[in-house]
């Protein structure tokens, strides 16, 4: 099977042999894609001339609407859905639920978001400002849908949510998306970008996918255009500088490597319900997606006095994890993408251990269940512990993408503050403390230098939503190496795919402009 490209509102074969996807547990080649052949500047002009005016013809609530439709299309093939995601990711329905029914959500989140946007087809951004002594004469903020295209380019890791949730904001500012995912697991992808396509609820150029390398799509952007890349630090570095985003100021949102945090308040007591909140979120973050999440906690920060307690609970219930192939439902956590990036995970643990120590590593007698280690791109759930947190290096540089992570001790809360910080930059921190005023101070500490943090106490213990767990009401980004970018955040995600101007001129005319417009709220 070849995996068709979507462009120029035609479906097109790419030449070559391609790139072969397989199933991560059986190593059986499962499609194959490929993006030879495709014209770049062709399929963004399109969905440029098509795509975008078709949109912008529509007010948000209509666009709201749109959205509405391309939901049901995705609950309707859902089982389906379920089957690539098992087969392409090895992973397990717990898993695969995670990235499926988190973009449908998604997707209606921003359908209800929308509902009180009317007609309007652009912003208003605050009230007319008076610009001297003639109060006739003042000036009014507007911001328009951007009249270029939405390139997403995404990673391995969610292949459905990836899509979905930088689409829906893009398509409901008026914007026709282009998508590039990685293409070790295109498929899903693919498969959800065809049945809406063929469902016809989108405009035809609204909605464009390309499997396989990128080729010179970059060449092609312009200033109208919006590239939002989630991936490595390198890949980004790479977009970023290219000539054509750097000459014609091409906006970039980037969401990339992140080695969050779990930070255990000073107060800790074994037989704290925060003690077991936190044990349960690392494990379950070190083990869903068999770590396979931006959002994984990497480092586990602990009160010096509460390290070998925290090590012994944490070891006890990764003791407890089978492993294996996901098609057996007893197994709860599945194997990494592929050989590439086992081998990776195999490279960096290799890295981190030369500054840590190993608490659990599956033991040399590790066997994924129903399958064959040497086939399979399995990793066991890998806890390590660091004695020297402020001399370690790798433990604050090295992001190894799969089910690990290392325990960090720390001597006060300004060091676990510092200590946290060492990962120049991170998508979201998790504090946990019976003591109000520790979370109240450790979020404003944090908040600089991590995107998102999450504060928990035993009043939220059954309650919250997760660590690793993106809700699109919040922001989603980080600082610094994790990108710099922001995503989501409820309607706050439409402003990147809007240009806005100021517009001076008399009241009269400045009201008539603002008549068409809806001013956002929070």
Not at 188 to 193: D, E, F, K, N, S
Request: charged share 20%.
């Amino acid at each position: 099977m070849r995996l068709p490209n979507y462009v120029g509102g035609s479906w097109v074969e790419g030449a070559g042999p391609g790139t072969a996807l397989v199933d991560p547990v059986t190593g059986e080649e499962l499609a194959r894609a490929s993006s030879e052949g495709i014209d770049f500047a062709a399929a963004l002009a399109h969905a440029r001339t098509a795509g975008g005016p078709a949109l912008r013809t529509l007010g948000y609530a209509a666009r709201a609407e749109l959205l509405a439709k391309v939901a049901d299309v995705l609950s309707s093939n859902r089982k389906a859905y379920f089957e690539i995601a098992l087969r392409n990711s090895g992973s397990p329905e717990a898993d695969a639920a995670v990235d499926i029914d988190g973009a449908i959500f998604t997707l209606k989140y921003y359908v209800r978001a929308a509902a009180g946007l009317g007609s309007a087809r652009y912003l208003r951004d605050g009230e007319l400002a008076r610009l001297g002594k003639d109060e006739g004469f003042q000036g009014l903020h507007v911001a328009q849908p951007l009249r270029g295209v939405a390139i997403l380019i995404n990673a391995f890791n969610f292949p459905a949510w990836g899509l979905w949730e930088k689409a829906a904001p893009a398509l409901l500012s008026g914007v026709p998306v282009l998508v590039k995912p990685a293409t070790v697991t295109a498929w899903l992808t693919q498969r959800m970008v065809e049945d809406v396509v063929k469902a016809g609820v989108v405009p035809e150029g609204a909605l464009s996918i390309v499997c396989g390398g990128a080729g010179d799509l970059l060449d092609h952007v312009t200033g109208a255009d919006a590239l939002s890349f989630t991936g490595s630090a390198d890949t980004a570095l790479r977009i970023r500088s290219h000539p054509a985003v750097l000459r014609r100021s091409t906006r970039v949102n980037v969401e990339a490597d992140s080695l969050n945090v779990a930070l255990l308040g000073p107060d800790a007591r074994r037989d704290a319900q925060e003690f077991d909140l936190l044990v349960r979120e690392v494990v379950r973050e070190m083990t869903q997606k068999a770590g396979q999440k931006c959002t994984a906690i990497r480092r586990i920060l602990v009160p010096a006095a509460a390290r070998s307690a925290i090590e012994e609970a944490i070891q006890a219930r990764l003791a407890k994890t089978t492993v294996g192939n996901p098609r057996n439902k007893d197994v709860r956590m599945g194997p990494l993408v592929s050989k590439a990036q086992q081998q990776a995970a195999i490279e960096g643990t290799a890295a981190l251990r030369r500054e840590t120590k190993v608490v659990f590593d599956g033991g040399p007698e590790f066997k994924p269940i129903e399958a064959d280690a040497a086939v399979g791109a399995f990793v066991p759930p890998t806890l390590l512990a660091c004695d020297d947190a402020l001399a370690a290096r790798a433990v604050h540089d090295v992001e190894v993408f799969g089910p690990v992570a290392t325990i960090v001790p720390y001597a006060d809360p300004a060091q676990a503050f510092a200590i946290a910080r060492m990962g120049q930059g991170s998508l979201v921190a998790s504090v946990f403390s019976a003591d109000a005023g520790f979370l109240a101070e450790a979020a404003s500490e944090l908040a600089d230098s991590h995107g998102r943090i999450l504060a928990v106490n035993a009043a939220v213990g059954a309650t919250h939503t997760g660590h690793g767990n993106v809700m699109p009401m919040c922001l989603h980004g980080g600082p610094g190496r994790a990108g710099g970018g922001e995503e989501l955040g409820g309607l706050r995600a439409l402003a990147f795919y809007h240009r806005r101007a100021a517009i001076q001129g008399h009241v009269d005319v400045l009201n008539a402009i603002a008549a068409h417009a809806v001013e956002l709220k929070y």
